[in-house]
Every structure is written in structure tokens, then in C-alpha cells.
């Protein structure tokens, strides 16, 4: 029977966290399955929105930098907020906005990205969906609150950074960098949105990292050599075809997809 728990208890802490909120564009579902595993202590999602790849391996060290404050104010509170607290957020009546709630500002934000499912900003009340109750446990209710409680011991030590990526402090140190910033084709329903990047001088930035990078895209993107990744359900049950750029395809070799590469190899590569 021991043997028994302390397999599952490993298996637990391999699959990481669930989502604390649903995210428009979110890479939770699709981070085990498509890109590598981190080969650092150290992960930076330089464009967090909902850190969907960090999720899945919560003990390392994680920063996040997300230019929007709703966002990166989302983070601040789940970083420091007690579970008693989460568990304690009443639910939401039919006739009731996040405003009627007495709780503050970043748990009225909490509670508006799950009145919806996959989007970009935090709902003020209940969607058509979350209203018609096929799906309780996706919405805000006693699981979600359950599930957020569970885990926010788990993330005490992640950082967040509200700001621009240009503007991240750790831009120099060594660390798996997952950089899913907005598609520049599809990528406006952010408040923060393509609009506003430069992806030439954001190719650059890529390529200038140290470490292991990671970049996503879209079908069509030409900032970086993309390659093809796969066919993803969106949110919206539409096929996106996604596409990506390692910084270290040109140096590893094709036996390393089978084999991890050694730490002391990893220490070798350098950035393209
Ligand atoms: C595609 S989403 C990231 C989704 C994320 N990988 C997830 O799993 O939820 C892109 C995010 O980048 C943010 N963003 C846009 N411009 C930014 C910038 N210059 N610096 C940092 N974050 C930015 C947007 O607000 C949005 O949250």
C-alpha cells in the first residue's frame, strides 16, 4: 500500500498544476504533448497570460512578465493569497456582476476569467454559457475555488513582473524560455495585443537569449524559421495550426530527441 501512494503522488507532481484561469490562447493543454521539457531550473515566460507551460512544472523557478496589469495583478494575488481566502469567495447569483462581491479588485478579475471560458479579460457577469450550467465545473463555483485553494501554496516562490518583455530584468540570466507573445496574425483580442509588438526586433530578442528557447506561432509566421507543430482545437473548437522555433535545433543532434542531452552538454550550447 505505500509503494502504492508514493506512485501516485509522483505522478501528481509530473503533471504539474491545472490552470489557476482559462486564457485566451493558453498553452496548459497542449504543453506535455507539444513542446520540450525544460532544460534549466530556471523558466521565463516573458508573455505569461495564463503561464500555461510554467504550470506544468511549478518547482522550478519561474518568472512571468505580463505587459497587462489585470493580468500580472491576477498573478500578484494567487502568489500571495491565503486558501482560506479563495475558499471563502462567494459564488456568483444569476443577477449579481463581480462588482456586488466584497472582495477586492484582483479576486473580482480572478472570479471574471472564469464566468467564460478562453478569453482574454475578465468578465463583469455570468456568460450565456456558464448560465446555461452544462458545464458547472469549468465555471466559478466550489470546484474551480476548490482546485485554486489546492494550489496556491504551490506557487509562492514564482515572480511576476508587470511589464513589457523588453523590460524583463532577467533577460541575461540562463533559463528555458517559453515565449508565446500574440500571434501577429491572429493576435488582437488582447488588450495588449500584435498591434503593438515589433516581431523583427522580438525575432532578435529570441535569438539573443541564454538558454533553451521556445517560441509559438502561427500558421504563416515568418519572424522566425517557424516549423510545423500540429493541428490544436482551439477554445472556440476551431483548427489552428500551430508552429514553432527552437533555439536549439541547429546544434542538437537528431539522437538527442530520444536521449536527454547531459547536463555538461547543455552548458555547451550556444545561442544562434
Ligand atoms: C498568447 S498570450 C500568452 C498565453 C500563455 N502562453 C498562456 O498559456 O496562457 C500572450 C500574452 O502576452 C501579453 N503581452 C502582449 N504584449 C506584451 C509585451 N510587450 N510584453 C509582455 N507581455 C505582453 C498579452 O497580454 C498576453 O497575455
Same mark, same amino acid.
Given at each position: 500500500m505505500p509503494r502504492k501512494s508514493k506512485k501516485k503522488s509522483q505522478g501528481k507532481a509530473h503533471a504539474g498544476l491545472r490552470p489557476f484561469f482559462g486564457y485566451y490562447g493558453g498553452k496548459w493543454r497542449d504543453t506535455p504533448r507539444l513542446y520540450p521539457s525544460p532544460e534549466f531550473g530556471r523558466i521565463v515566460?516573458?508573455?505569461?497570460?495564463?503561464?500555461g507551460y510554467a504550470l506544468r512544472y511549478p518547482d522550478r523557478r519561474i518568472t512571468l512578465c505580463e505587459i497587462d496589469p489585470v493580468v500580472a495583478g491576477v498573478w500578484r494575488y494567487l502568489i500571495r493569497v491565503k486558501p482560506s481566502e479563495i475558499l471563502r469567495i462567494p459564488d456568483l447569483e444569476?443577477?449579481?456582476?463581480?462588482?456586488?462581491?466584497?472582495?477586492?479588485e484582483e479576486a473580482q478579475w480572478l472570479v471574471g476569467f472564469w464566468?467564460? &471560458?478562453?478569453?482574454?479579460r475578465p468578465r463583469k457577469s455570468a456568460s450565456d454559457w456558464m448560465r446555461?450550467?452544462?458545464?458547472? =465545473? *469549468?465555471?466559478?463555483?466550489a470546484r474551480v475555488k476548490s482546485t485554486i485553494a489546492s494550489q496556491?501554496?504551490?506557487?509562492?516562490?514564482w515572480v511576476v513582473r508587470n511589464c513589457s518583455y523588453t523590460d524583463c530584468?532577467?533577460?541575461? &540570466?540562463e533559463a528555458t524560455w517559453f515565449i508565446d507573445p500574440?500571434?501577429?496574425?491572429?493576435?488582437?483580442?488582447?488588450?495588449? =495585443? *500584435?498591434?503593438?509588438?515589433?516581431y523583427e526586433d522580438l525575432a532578435a530578442w529570441c535569438r539573443s537569449r541564454n538558454g533553451q528557447v521556445i517560441v509559438c506561432e502561427n500558421e504563416g509566421?515568418?519572424?522566425?524559421?517557424f516549423r510545423e507543430l500540429s493541428d490544436t482545437k482551439t477554445t472556440r473548437k476551431r483548427r489552428s495550426k500551430e508552429v514553432y522555433w527552437l533555439s536549439n535545433w541547429n546544434r542538437k543532434p537528431k539522437a538527442t530527441n530520444v536521449a536527454p542531452p547531459s547536463a555538461s552538454a547543455r552548458r555547451g550550447v550556444e545561442q544562434s
Open positions: 515566460e516573458p508573455f505569461a497570460g495564463s503561464a444569476t443577477d449579481q456582476t463581480v462588482d456586488d462581491l466584497k472582495i477586492c464566468l467564460n &471560458r478562453g478569453v482574454s446555461s450550467e452544462i458545464r458547472p =465545473g *469549468s465555471f466559478w463555483g496556491v501554496d504551490s506557487i509562492r516562490h530584468r532577467d533577460f541575461r &540570466r500574440p500571434y501577429q496574425a491572429a493576435g488582437q483580442h488582447y488588450k495588449f =495585443g *500584435s498591434g503593438a509588438v515589433n509566421a515568418s519572424w522566425l524559421p
